[in-house]
Every structure is written in C-alpha cells, then in structure tokens.
C-alpha cells in the first residue's frame, strides 16, 4: 500500500509540475533555496528577498540539500513529499496493532489515512516540508508509548525542524502525553522543546533573518501586529475568540475535515486532539479561508491525531464501522467526493495550448544568470541565484537586472491580472538592450544582449 501511494503521489505531482501548474510561490521559493545550499551559496532567495530561515525556520532545508548534490533537480523534492505523506501509514499501522486492533482493522486505519482527501490533495499543491514531520508525528506517538525517549526525543526534533509554528502542536501534545497519556517524561520534554523552540524561533532567529513580522501574522491582524501581541489579545479579548470558532466558516471547515473519519470518533475518546488545538485555532482564527479547506498544507498537523482518536475509539469497541470492508468503502466515497483528482482534466489542461511553445521558450535559457517569468514559469527556471516572478508595477530599472524574460501573454498565470504581459513586452520593446528572441503562441523571449 505504502510502495503503491508513493508512486501514484509522486507521478501525479510529476504530472502536474510538467503541466506548469505549480508556482512560483512556493515551489519556486523551495527549489531555488535548496539549489542555493547544495551549491554552497547563502538560501537567499529572491522571491522572498530575505535567508530562508527568515521564514518558517525550516533547517530541514539543508537536510534536503544533500539531495540536490547528488543531482539538483526539483523532483527530489516530489519524491520526498510523496515518500513522507505515504511512509506515514507505517508507524500508524503500528499504533494501531499496539493499541490492541486486529490486523485487519489496522490494515483498514492504515488506508483510511492514505485516502484522506487531505493528503492526495496537499501532495498537488506544490511542495511543503510540513509533510515530513506527519510521520514524525506518528513515530513520536509511538515511541512515546514504548517508552523509547531518545527516538521520542529524535522524532521531536525533527518535527520541529520542518517548520517554527509546530513548536505549538509538539508542545500540545506533550500535554497530552503527560496528562492523559501518562507519559510523564516524554510529556514534559515535548513541552519544554516546544515552546522553547518558538520562542526561540518566532523572537531570535526569525527577526535575526528577516526584517518583516513573521510570515502570515498578517492574517490574524485584528488580534495584533506581532506574534506576542496576538497572544496576548488570546488571553485579553476571548470575544474575538468566540466570534470566530462559533461562525459558519468553522462549522464548514468541520464539515470538510471530519467526515471522512466521523464514523470512527467517540465523544468518549477524543483526548488526542488535545494536541490538534493549536493548529486547530491556527486555522480556525485566521483571515484566510485557505486555512480551513482540504487542498492546503495547514490541517496536516491536525490529522495525526484524529486518527489516533479514532484508534482509541475502536480499542474500546466504539465506533459505527468496525469491518474492515466497510471502513474503506466509506474511505473510498470520502475520497471520490473530496480529493481533487478532477483536476487533472479540468484546470490542469487549462495550460495545455501553451504548453509546447513554454518548452521552447524555456530551453532558450542556457545559463544561470537571472530571470524573469510568468508564476508558473518560474519553479521550472529557479535554478539560479535571482529569479523572480513578473509582476505588476516593475520600472525599466527593475527590468534591466535580468537576462532573460519569459511570459505567457495568454496565462500569466493564478493571481496576476492579464493585462501584466502586454505592458511589460511594450516596456522590452522600448529598451534597446532587450531583444526578442522567441515568439510562439503568446509565449515571448526576450534577451539582453547589452
């Protein structure tokens, strides 16, 4: 099952790279960030201006680095995504068949993960390292309850390298490992690491890195304009608080995450979502509404731990499915009614007009010096120590520092407004040392040759 998802993961991530329909944020940022390190070069990267620790604290780029040295090339980081999100149904099988589970309920748990709607779908939306630490997750649970600290304390560490905010989910379910889990050690360990780690993160590294708040503090701004002052607004104005988890956008955003595994939850045996609260609320409070669908990267710390619950929930006999067969069948219709495998014949193909004359356009750009490109150009060029991705408002002075420019006048791609290809080619053609080197289909190439 796990050699099987892992190929259709990663072959349906291939697919839709190769369709151009990733973009430059993140994909792009991630690749040229991990090529910068395999060769030795400061992670800078251009599209965020700013060292990628500055960002999400993610070291765990360095790590994938290694990769890249072998032979740089951004589907390592499919691979890795596509190996994570699968390799995870291991140490869950695992918890299942400790937890007291036949072997074919564990078998069914293990599928039920791997058809979550969530995982096929975030595995489409770029690359994001949060899908390293979902095995982690697991395998901390697990040898938490073996008893096993040092790997406890492994696994810990790891997650906490994939990105600052799961300092906050590590931390939770150390609580929840002390208290309910009776775990005492692992527990307080979990604590101090977590919310060691964030405040080390969110208040030295972060700021030592990049002169902005950190990243997406914008989205809880009417609880503050810094990571303490939105804490501190948690505690002082709950009404804030209230408003937003008793809403029809939280009830939508349960309505999206639980019916998949709702016939496996018990009122009873839900203490494993203790450690879910933080991302939980995270999603629940946030201005942005991507943090509450199935698509993006931000429920993945949730599901480790609706699915030990549901585990605690068929160890006691709970339960409406407790076969083997109808688990996954109810897992298969959760799947056909929310993945998103339609858009490989609908929004995928949308490029498809295109698509040749992108190809040649893009093997027109024979060295590493900078680029500028339409969004979804952009991760099949980033590659380079400057690469960025075109964009309304940019001056002859700001053209002027790139070698090549690539646009696809007739899909300029998610989020940039059409008319940004034909002002920027009236700008080239006004510049004497920009020549136009290819022209196909409303794919253009411009060279400075000055």
């Known amino acids: 099952m796990i050699g099987v998802s892992t190929l259709i993961l990663f072959g349906c991530s291939s697919l839709r790279h190769a369709l151009f329909q990733s973009s430059a944020s993140d994909l792009g940022i991630f ?17 965020l201006n700013f060292h990628i ?7 765990v780029f360095y790590l994938l680095a290694l990769l890249y040295k072998v032979y740089p090339d951004v589907h390592w980081l499919f691979a890795v995504q596509a190996i994570s999100l699968s390799l995870a149904a291991f140490p869950l099988w695992q918890l299942a068949r ?40 697991f395998w901390a ?19 906490l390298g994939c990105k600052a905010v799961l300092a906050l989910t590590v931390a939770a379910m150390g609580v929840w490992l002390l208290v309910f889990e009776k775990r005492r050690l692992c527990g307080v360990i979990a604590i101090i690491a977590g919310v060691a780690w964030f405040v080390l993160a969110t208040q030295v590294i972060i700021p030592m890195f990049n002169p902005t708040e950190v990243s997406a503090i914008a989205r809880y701004a009417y609880l503050g304009n810094s990571v303490m002052e939105v804490a501190k607004n948690l505690v002082l104005k709950p009404n804030l608080i209230f408003q937003k988890v008793f809403s029809l956008d939280t009830l939508e955003y349960f309505a999206l995450l639980l019916p998949p595994l709702i016939w496996g939850l018990s009122p009873r045996h839900l203490t494993p979502l203790v450690a879910a609260i ?32 549901v585990i605690s929930s068929l160890k006691k006999g709970r339960g409406w499915l407790q076969n083997q067969r109808t688990i996954i069948l109810w897992s298969l219709v959760a799947f056909v009614a929310l993945a998103k495998f339609g858009y490989f014949w609908s929004r995928y193909v949308s490029y498809l007009d295109t698509w040749q004359a992108t190809r040649d356009a893009i093997a027109l750009v024979q060295t590493k010096e900078s680029v500028l490109a339409s ?7 980033s590659h380079r120590p400057l690469i960025q991705s075109a964009m309304p408002g940019l001056k002859p002075a700001d053209l ?9 006048l007739r899909h300029p791609g998610l989020g940039s407004p059409p008319e940004i290809g034909p002002n920027l080619v009236n700008q080239l053609k006004q510049m004497p040392q920009f020549q136009l080197r290819y022209q196909r289909d409303d794919v253009v190439v411009f060279e400075k040759v000055i």
């Not at 036949?102 to 709607?117: G, N, R």
């Not at 609320?281 to 030990?308: E, G, K, T, W």
């Open 98 to 137: 400790e937890a007291g589970l036949k072997e074919s309920q564990a078998t069914a748990i293990a599928a039920v993960y791997l058809l979550y709607p969530l995982v096929f779908n975030i595995n489409l939306f770029d690359f994001h390292t949060e899908v390293m630490a979902v095995p982690a997750l």
């Open 400 to 408: 002027s520092q790139f070698k090549y420019v690539l646009l696809n």
């Open 53 to 59: 620790l500055g960002d999400h604290v993610a070291w």
């Open 31 to 47: 690749d040229q960030v991990v090529y910068l390190i395999s060769q030795g070069q400061p992670p800078i990267s251009s599209l």
């Open 278 to 309: 933080p991302a939980l609320m995270l999603n629940i409070l946030a201005d942005y509404p991507y943090q509450r669908d199935l698509i993006h990267q931000y429920s993945l710390p949730v599901l480790p731990f609706l699915l030990v619950a």
């Open 375 to 381: 969004g979804h150009i952009v991760p099949h060029l």
């Open 141 to 159: 649970i697990l040898t938490a309850r073996r008893g096993q600290t040092a790997w406890f304390c492994c696994a810990v560490i790891f997650v």
